[in-house]
């Protein structure tokens, strides 16, 4: 199996960034595309950016331009560099990998929650 811990959330300021780190572990090379959704309060959780093994990248639109999404194979870790916050950025931040392990499997982080001020 795989598990994920995510860190590096917190409170900024509009305009700031924050990046945030997902470190995986356990069967770690059977993952393939590994990514970050979102869940507003009262709103559904929803993809933010993505990444694949090879370094294939994905982004939602409203992230464009702002959000970075990186993976470094060697340390089981991906990243998001988020910049340009706004206070609709404001949500619990998990990651998420797609591996293949007996079968197609998903695991879900714990979450982290990124606050943005106005």
């Known amino acids: 199996q795989v598990q994920l811990v995510e860190s590096g959330g917190g409170l900024v300021q509009a305009g700031g960034s924050l990046r945030l780190s997902c470190a995986a572990s356990?069967?770690?090379?059977?993952?393939?595309?590994m990514g970050w959704y979102r869940q507003a309060p009262g709103k559904q959780r929803e993809p933010v950016a993505s990444i694949t093994r090879g370094g294939t990248t994905t982004y939602a639109d409203f992230v464009k331009g702002r959000f970075t999404i990186s993976r470094d194979n060697a340390k089981n870790t991906v990243y998001l560099q988020m910049g340009t916050l706004k206070p609709e950025d404001t949500a619990v931040y998990y990651c998420n990998a797609k591996y293949t392990w007996r079968g197609y499997a998903e695991v879900w982080g714990q979450g982290t929650l990124v606050t943005v001020s106005q």
């Open positions: 356990g069967v770690v090379f059977s993952i393939n595309d």
